[in-house]
């Protein structure tokens, strides 16, 4: 079985200030790793993911994820938090060998950027 | 290049309905996934097409069904409605064909469905 924990309900931030949206997970096997973004009455779009390589991963807006293994995290990061960056943010597994297509996604993050 | 759109946007059914939900899939992708996201959680897999088949189901009930057409197109069913029911229905497209795993999930705005 695959899980994800978000373990932030809410996170708040200043705009200008770097923010830091956390996630672990649980996988037996490898893990793909994924982030998105929902912002009101809209579906899921997709930042960033974590194949293989690298542990820093660059994606959308400025994004940025770190892969640990040893911790099994990939928190999601940003230098310069925006206003506009206020969303409802989640993390997805899969795992490598995995015959199908599933995500397994955590129960998500809401983001406040206060002005 | 249009995303993945999804049909109707909000749907009222009273329990015992039959609900069908639809979903045109990125250009070009193969795959279709479908979720649901209750009030305040994630999303939660339900199944996959792909080539026209059940490829994989994830933990709901048979009351769930569904269906690929030979445009890559898909089909939610819901049969025998519950209140639990409710929920934002996401549907994911997916070149699978090509990337194998490592594909890239694209999702469209949801189908709300309250069941009353």
């Known amino acids: 079985a695959q899980s994800v924990a978000q373990p932030e309900d809410q996170v708040n931030v200043a705009e200008g200030n770097p923010l830091t949206v956390k996630c672990t997970y649980s996988?037996?096997?490898?893990?793909?790793l994924f982030w998105y973004v929902q912002y009101p009455n809209r579906g899921l779009q997709f930042l960033l993911k974590y194949i293989t390589g690298d542990n820093l991963v660059k994606g959308s807006y400025g994004f940025e994820a770190e892969f640990n293994k040893s911790q099994t995290s990939f928190h999601l990061k940003k230098p310069s938090a925006l206003v506009s960056d206020s969303a409802l943010y989640f993390c997805a597994v899969r795992v490598r060998n995995n015959a199908g297509n599933m995500l397994t996604f955590g129960g998500g993050t809401r983001l406040m950027v206060k002005p | 290049d249009a995303g993945v759109t999804q049909s109707p946007t909000h749907l009222i059914k009273t329990r015992g309905q039959q609900v069908t939900l639809r979903c045109s899939p990125k250009s070009g992708h193969d795959t279709v996934s479908w979720y649901q996201q209750a009030l305040g959680q994630g999303p939660q897999f339900i199944f996959q097409y792909y080539e026209e088949e059940e490829r994989q189901r994830g933990n709901f009930p048979d009351r769930f069904s569904g269906h690929q057409f030979p445009n890559y197109s898909s089909e939610l069913n819901v049969n025998a409605l519950l209140l639990g029911d409710s929920a934002l229905y996401l549907c994911?497209?997916?070149?699978?064909?090509?990337?194998?795993?490592?594909?890239?999930?694209?999702f469209g705005a949801g189908t709300r469905l309250s069941v009353l």
């Open positions: 994911a497209s997916s070149l699978v064909r090509l990337a194998g795993t490592k594909n890239i999930q694209y």
């Open positions: 996988v037996s096997g490898n893990p793909y």
